[in-house]
């Protein structure tokens, strides 16, 4: 679930209203919807601002995704001008390019004007370019041009993701000055940790934290109190660095400058929790070969999303097969081969997913680098034989009882060695040779990693067979 405002404590009355939405499940009750639903059919206004007007952002935003797409569509037309537009955050891309495409511009211009820059930009960001130009051309000519900067900042980047809504002062101004400019300007942002101090030319010259500014006597310059922003955010930096940035020096916001120093906008923590739920989300659909599928998406749409890697696994497949094929005379002469074939397959496979899953995840949080890059090879490697020499000697024993042929449990317990330490290699090494030719390895490693298993265990094992039957 995705969010862009800071929740605050709400008071006992509005924590019983969420009682009676969610069940202990923590999923919006099916009566609440039911009831909704029923409102909407009959065109209830009256409930409709009663029941949904005063609910959170991210409870409407639950409520349109248990909602049909055609209750959905109405409830936003009769709840009119009380639609908090800050829920589309909330959802699912799919379902808010519905709600929006079926809006007059002119109405989202004017429901754009009453929201924060960064979650203006994020309902924005999704629309084709013509809407976008004419909702912009509705809008103040300040408000047109703070937008417009941040929507032509790459896809995913922290200029994308700020808020050019924040307080900055010169640092002649006393801290009095600050106090009264804070007190009175109706323009600042609602919610905000720090001060940010900039010359005429809106260069960031350094920042000064609320609680400093408290503390200070009414008559201190701010440049005597201010400290230099030691983490000022390049617009253009991925937001997933940028979050990064955050998660490293514990910050709770962080000045985002333009490629002259000059402060352009906010990056806030409640932005940057978003921003790792989202990487991690993706990190984990693009392992599994789905892209970046949602929910609410049509069966074309998803279809299309998983069809081309499922074609790179059916090629990666030939290729075991053919390998299985040069050893057609071993299999009839020993049927058992192939009833033993799929374990050896399997077990590499999960093994190989196991030191994939955590390599890629170290990569993406940056905790594998070259420093330690060798120290964790040479760990999977260890992990690889000692896991291979405990499943040998079970799958071993198991064989040789099962068909009673101790040489094939010999053979197929010297295979499950070999094909383990191969997982163990192409689990760790096929994702940082992706990541050295910059390539994604959350998307692809997954598929060759299997196809490595996959070839060297049949190899292994009916390679070990074909040559333990020409000595016997």
Do not use: C
Request: proline share 3%.
């Amino acid at each position: 679930m995705e969010g862009h405002e800071e929740t605050t404590p709400g008071d006992a009355g509005h924590e019983a209203a969420h009682a009676d939405i969610y069940g202990e499940d923590g999923v919006i009750r099916p009566a609440f919807v039911a009831h909704i639903g029923a409102a909407i059919a009959d065109r209830d206004t009256l409930t409709l601002r009663k029941d949904v007007g005063d609910l959170h952002q991210s409870e409407v935003g639950d409520l349109l995704e248990a909602l049909l797409p055609e209750q959905r569509r109405t409830l936003v037309d009769l709840l009119g001008a009380d639609f908090d537009f800050s829920a589309l955050t909330e959802v699912d891309e799919a379902i808010r390019l519905e709600i929006v495409e079926n809006l007059p511009n002119a109405q989202i211009a004017k429901a754009v004007q009453e929201l924060d820059s960064d979650d203006a930009v994020y309902i924005l960001e999704d629309l084709d370019q013509a809407d976008q130009d004419e909702i912009l051309a509705q809008l103040p000519f300040t408000e047109r041009i703070r937008l417009r900067r941040s929507l032509d900042y790459p896809e995913e980047s922290a200029g994308r993701r700020m808020q050019t809504e924040f307080v900055a002062v010169p640092p002649f101004w006393t801290v009095g000055q600050t106090i009264d400019y804070m007190r009175e300007d109706n323009n600042l942002p609602d919610r905000f940790s720090q001060v940010f101090v900039i010359d005429p030319s809106f260069k960031l010259l350094g920042a000064i934290d609320l609680d400093q500014i408290l503390r200070a006597k009414r008559s201190v310059k701010i440049e005597d109190i201010m400290h230099e922003t030691r983490h000022a955010i390049p617009a253009t930096m991925d937001q997933e660095e940028a979050a990064r940035e955050f998660e490293q020096y514990n910050l709770l916001s962080a000045a985002v400058v333009d490629e002259n120093e000059r402060l352009v906008g906010v990056l806030t923590i409640d932005d940057v929790v978003d921003v790792i739920q989202q990487e991690a989300e993706e990190d984990l659909l693009r392992m599994g070969g789905v892209g970046d599928e949602e929910l609410s998406d049509t069966v074309i749409a998803t279809s299309r999303s998983r069809v081309p890697w499922l074609l790179v696994n059916l090629a990666t497949a030939f290729l075991s097969a053919s390998v299985i094929s040069l050893f057609g005379a071993t299999i009839e002469e020993m049927v058992a081969l192939a009833a033993l074939m799929p374990i050896v397959a399997s077990l590499g496979g999960n093994a190989g997913t196991q030191t994939m899953t955590v390599t890629v995840r170290a990569l993406a949080t940056k905790d594998l680098d070259i420093y330690n890059a060798g120290r964790v090879i040479r760990r999977e490697v260890l992990v690889g034989l000692t896991n291979g020499a405990i499943i040998a000697i079970i799958i071993g024993v198991v064989a040789a009882l099962w068909f009673q042929n101790h040489d094939l449990g010999i053979v197929i317990a010297a295979a499950m060695v070999i094909n383990m330490l191969a997982a163990a290699l192409g689990g760790i090494l096929i994702p940082l040779l992706l990541d050295k030719l910059g390539a994604d390895p959350a998307i692809s490693s997954s598929i060759f990693t299997t196809m490595i298993t996959d070839v060297i265990g049949f190899l292994a094992f009916l390679g070990l067979a074909t040559w333990w039957m020409h000595l016997g």
